[in-house]
Nanobody
């Protein structure tokens, strides 16, 4: 079992930055990949970025590249999402997710953290 707790969301103005954190606990040794998703009001949840266990492979949605960066701190079992130059359309609940070794899907999800960007 893996528990994920996100933090770092809030209300900011367009152009500001935020760093979201996702702390993992439990069977963290079984984690293969980590990712961030987001869900805006009235829209489906969408993928934002992914990082593999070693940190050697990261990728993000093309529209967010250059503004959003995923990273992790193994010592803290924490994955981050650095968001710069935020836009009102980035307003959403942001979720972190963990993929177990050998799994084709994301197996564990956090409760989400709200990010609101005002114009």
């Amino acid at each position: 079992q893996v528990e994920l707790v996100e933090s770092g969301g809030g209300l900011v103005q367009a152009g500001d930055s935020l760093r979201l954190s996702c702390a993992a606990s439990g069977r963290t040794d079984s984690i293969y990949g980590m990712a961030w998703f987001r869900q805006a009001p009235g829209k489906e949840r969408e993928f934002v970025a992914h990082i593999n266990r070693s940190g050697s492979d990261t990728y993000a949605v093309e529209s967010m590249k250059g503004r959003f960066t995923i990273s992790k701190d193994d010592a803290k079992n924490t994955v981050y999402l650095q968001m710069n130059s935020l836009k009102p359309e980035d307003t959403a609940v942001y979720y972190c997710a963990m993929q177990l070794r050998g799994s084709p899907q994301y197996d564990y999800w956090g409760q989400g953290t709200q990010v609101t960007v005002s114009s």
